[in-house]
């Protein structure tokens, strides 16, 4: 009954700590400004956070239409204390796996 309700999780450990570090991911947007880095999972609505993203690109650039902006990746093999600075438009994100 319990797996009908709810997302699988491996185990409570496991779901404990993403919980731990979501919160680590929101506290330090709150006390230390907007991160090199995101973890994009991290988020409960991953979705809206690339749309968020999407629109602040759109107002960046007069003219442009929302529904014309598209995502682009470019697969690293940086890691995460490797970024010292976030690119110039969109994000970095960290620990996607595909």
């Not at 995101?38 to 759109?58: D, K, S, Y």
């Amino acid at each position: 009954m319990d797996g009908q309700i709810s997302w699988e999780s491996a185990t409570l450990g496991f779901w404990f700590t993403d919980l731990l570090d979501r919160h680590a991911q929101f506290t330090g947007w709150l006390c230390d400004g907007r991160p090199s880095v995101f973890w994009l999972t991290g988020f409960f609505n991953p979705q809206g956070f690339v749309t968020a993203m999407r629109q602040e690109i759109t107002r960046a650039h007069r003219g442009w239409a929302l529904d014309a902006v598209v995502l682009d990746n470019d697969v690293t093999k940086l890691m995460k204390e490797d970024i010292t600075s976030p690119p110039s438009e969109g994000e970095t994100e960290k620990r996607t796996y595909f």
